[in-house]
């Protein structure tokens, strides 16, 4: 299997430019996971879905984030405006719980800059 | 909600030596407990985990234990080598449930190991 695809690997933008980020999940995982890793703050879980309907939002740190799963295979996670605190590395991740199990695989990451 | 713990933060060893990383966790309802290696510029990998019904799992030269009573579990590497420097992450999750999927990481462990 390919593992958990995302793209751009790297992002430069200037504040107040719209950024989307995009995941692919491993073909048959239920479960798709954004998390947000910085230095001050770690691994942070911004927002996860289960059969692509987002279970939980809580993390998401304000409005003008948001996250999309519009089928199976394909996840966005946007961001506008964006800010220089928004500077970080972003990682989705997937799950396959049909088998019973939970274990999250991660992607390699976007790494966004903004200027 | 679940709070995890991890320590050290950072940890030297000389090659061929132990490296020992633990982790504590506040909710007696998780039940599994992976661990991830994370290399530089890339996304965290799983290594090794372990059910609440096992006390101690192995693969090679890493080993995790677990102590449900006292609520921590360790991540054990021995015979260690340059290629085992990285960023260890530890987890805790309830596991499949009606709340969902969700993992509480902790803070990381920068092993480097020294040759």
């Known amino acids: 299997d390919a593992g958990v695809i995302q793209s751009p690997r790297h992002e430069v933008t200037e504040m107040g430019q719209e950024v989307t980020l995009r995941c692919k999940p491993i073909?048959?995982?239920?479960?798709l996971f954004w998390y947000r890793q910085t230095m001050m703050r770690g691994l942070e879980l911004l927002i996860y879905f289960n059969n692509n309907v987002p279970i939980d939002d809580s993390g998401m740190p304000e409005d003008r984030f948001s996250a999309k799963m519009p089928n199976a295979s394909f996840s966005t996670l946007k961001i506008q405006p964006s800010e220089p605190r928004d500077s970080a590395v972003y990682f989705c991740a997937s799950a396959n719980t049909g088998t019973g199990k939970d274990t999250q695989y991660f992607g390699p990451g976007t790494r966004l800059t903004v200027l | 909600g679940e709070n995890v713990e991890q320590h050290p933060s950072t940890l030297s060893v000389q090659e061929g030596d132990s490296a020992v990383i633990k982790c504590t966790y506040s909710d007696s309802a998780s039940n599994y407990f992976p661990w991830y290696k994370q290399e530089l510029g890339k996304g965290p990998q799983l290594i090794i985990d372990?059910?609440?019904?096992?006390g101690e799992k192995k693969d090679q030269r890493i080993a995790v234990t677990l102590n449900k009573t006292a609520k921590h579990f360790s991540l054990h590497i021995t015979e260690t080598q340059p290629e085992d420097s990285a960023v260890y992450f530890c987890a805790a999750s309830i596991g499949i449930s009606n709340t969902g999927n969700q993992f509480y990481f902790g803070t990381g462990t920068s092993l480097t190991v020294i040759p």
């Open positions: 372990i059910r609440s019904n096992v």
């Open positions: 073909s048959g995982h239920d479960y």
